[in-house]
């Protein structure tokens, strides 16, 4: 079955600096990936996600880059703020399979 | 409009007592998940159900765990004889029709066994 690595698994870096967190996946059946972000106490939230037909989308400060070949895709964030701090999940989903497979989440903390 | 709820918020039990944990989809969200995530840990499939299709129970850790969905909507993960491995936030999730498409989560359940 599908398996999502997810790397790091915490990252700090100061205000206004970048981040990215970076995932592989195993299944190359695998046409979709999301990325949610949870707050505490809160249920995951999708942020952006992307297609296997697409390399790059953007949703002003994030980004999201697809490499089917080598079977990885990362999460951008550019000018970071305090409220991006949260766990950030990325996954997998494999058409016919009908679940996502989670990464095992980044702890990410914006530092003012 | 209204997001997916789960109730209760919290539940703390004594091991070996039965737990059920409720979830209400987003009307119309023919697909509706239960996911378990541990302490730090990332979200673990447990069970999906989609229309009125047989579930896919692929993902639950033993036979103490069922979940149904009744009318395709309300759903109920019974956990029989809690063990303390069991202390975890139960999250329940639904989409509209089971594709790659955005999941919406609830708040989640935050179970403890005792």
């Known amino acids: 079955g599908e398996n999502v690595e997810q790397h790091p698994s915490t990252l700090s870096v100061q205000e206004g600096d970048s981040a990215v967190i970076k995932c592989t996946y195993s299944?190359?059946?695998?046409?979709?990936f999301p990325w949610y972000k949870q707050e505490l106490g809160k249920g995951p939230q999708l942020i952006i996600d992307?297609?296997?037909?697409?390399g790059e989308k953007k949703d002003q400060r994030i980004a999201v880059t697809l490499n089917k070949t080598a079977k990885h895709f990362s999460l951008h964030i550019t000018e970071t703020q305090p409220e991006d701090s949260a766990v950030y999940f990325c996954a997998a989903h494999r058409w016919g399979a009908q679940k996502l497979v989670f990464g095992q989440g980044t702890r990410l903390t914006i530092n003012p | 409009g209204a997001g997916v709820s789960q109730s209760p918020s919290n539940k703390v039990t004594e091991k070996g007592k039965d737990v059920e944990l409720r979830c209400d989809p987003i009307s119309g969200h023919t697909a509706l998940y239960w996911y378990r995530q541990s302490l730090g840990q990332g979200l673990e499939f447990l069970i999906y159900f989609q229309g009125n299709s047989a579930p896919d129970k692929s993902g639950l850790p033993s036979d103490r765990f069922s979940a149904e969905r009744t009318g395709g909507s309300v759903s109920t993960l019974t956990i029989q004889r809690t063990q303390q491995e069991d202390s975890a936030v139960y999250l329940c999730?639904?989409?509209?029709?089971?594709?790659?498409?955005?999941?919406?989560f609830g708040p989640g359940t935050r179970l403890t066994v005792t």
């Open positions: 299944d190359s059946a695998s046409n979709y």
């Open positions: 999730a639904s989409s509209l029709d089971g594709g790659p498409g955005e999941q919406y």
């Open positions: 992307i297609r296997s037909n697409v």
